[in-house]
């Protein structure tokens, strides 16, 4: 969605690269701390994270300032 490699969300978010591998795989899920840190760097990238509304979660991008 925003072209990020797992290295790069693994830098903005200082975790392990091998966090973001493990959970893009379905082998684990991060700590909470982590999964917290993924998630707030991937936010700062401009994904925001739309809640359970009947169709289920998803992600959307932040619109863009003019």
Same mark, same amino acid.
């Given at each position: ?7 790069? *969300?693994?830098?903005? %978010?200082? @975790?392990?690269?091998?966090? @973001?591998?493990?959970? =893009?795989?379905? %082998?684990?899920?991060?700590?909470? #701390? #982590? *999964?917290?840190?993924?998630?707030? %760097?991937? =936010? %700062?990238?401009? @994904?925001?994270?739309?809640? =359970? #509304?009947? =169709?289920?979660?998803? @992600? ?7």
């Amino acid at each position: 969605m925003i072209g990020w490699s797992q290295s790069t *969300l693994a830098d903005a %978010a200082k @975790v392990a690269r091998q966090t @973001v591998v493990d959970f =893009e795989r379905g %082998a684990r899920t991060p700590y909470p #701390n #982590n *999964l917290a840190a993924i998630r707030a %760097a991937l =936010e %700062a990238a401009g @994904v925001i994270f739309v809640a =359970e #509304n009947g =169709e289920g979660p998803g @992600v959307r991008l932040r619109k863009a300032d003019p």
